[in-house]
């Protein structure tokens, strides 16, 4: 195993597609940065949080979000020697999953458009080393301009990303476009719920739990943007239409944790 800055590249059996002008590429790395000033601001967002992001997830969720990212790799039907892709991957954890679910022969691409998340990843993946993790690629990028050619993956899961993404509609595009025909996406988020009963409950917790704990670690702001950017998000019907609308043939959305989250499956 290589030091954790050498672990963040691509392979070399992935074809890159070409990019458009305004993107980069950094010689010696998988690096395609989006120049917009929102998706700027988000990805420093995601790196400010990176060294607490995990420890927090577990005590805001109970440890409950293991156990629907267990559901959102289930849900992905992946199976051994499958070459898959976890989008927005942050510190690895659907990636780990994944990797123990294709084996040897399969491929994991962790992609993610914050170096300091990836690092952490890499990291995670030296101390809690398991054979079947030489199958992971850290992959910095940009969710909008995926360096993959058409029909690549077997499977994409993409877990508390797609709300973060700039442009939702061109992700949701690039996701199917990179997936084989027949095969499926699964999106884990947070759920913009329409009963406002479950939407109060969201909001009072993320006010009166989220925001004080984090503030314990010099994160009020940042996690006050969970509160917004769930608000802007879309509906699960909403997600249904985004889906069909990008190509998918069938796309179905699921309440989790008492419709607190949500996790769309997709179908190409």
Not at 2 to 16: D, L
Not at 20 to 42: I, L, Y
Not at 54 to 69: C, E, F, I, P
Not at 174 to 198: H, Q, Y
Request: some cysteine.
């Amino acid at each position: 195993m290589g030091t954790v800055s050498a672990a963040i590249s691509i392979s070399a059996a992935a074809a890159v597609v070409s990019r458009p002008a305004g993107r980069r590429r950094h010689r010696g790395s998988a690096s395609f940065r989006c120049s917009t000033s929102a998706a700027g601001e988000r990805q420093a967002l995601f790196s400010r949080i990176a060294p607490v992001y995990d420890h927090l997830n577990d005590v805001l969720s109970l440890g409950q979000h293991r156990t629907w990212k267990r559901i959102c790799v289930s849900w992905s039907r992946v199976k051994k020697g499958d070459r898959v892709l976890d989008l927005c991957c942050g510190s690895g954890d659907l990636a780990f999953l994944l990797s123990q679910k294709v084996g040897l022969d399969g491929e994991v691409m962790a992609v993610d458009f914050s170096r300091q998340q990836l690092h952490t990843a890499a990291y995670r993946q030296e101390q809690r080393w398991k054979l079947c993790y030489k199958n992971i690629k850290w992959i910095e990028g940009d969710a909008l301009y995926l360096p993959f050619t058409d029909c690549y993956f077997d499977a994409v899961t993409v877990g508390y990303g797609l709300r973060n993404v700039v442009d939702k509609s061109r992700a949701m595009q690039e996701i199917f476009r990179v997936l084989k025909p027949g095969s499926r996406a699964s999106i884990l988020d947070f759920n913009k719920s329409s009963s406002l009963f479950t939407a109060s409950l969201q909001s009072w917790a993320i006010d009166n739990v989220v925001v004080p704990l984090a503030s314990g670690y010099g994160l009020t702001e940042e996690y006050k943007y969970l509160k917004s950017s769930i608000s802007q998000y879309l509906t699960g019907e909403e997600l249904e239409k985004l889906a069909k609308e990008a190509g998918f043939s069938v796309a179905k959305h699921y309440e989790l944790g008492g419709g607190l989250m949500g996790n769309l499956v997709a179908t190409r």
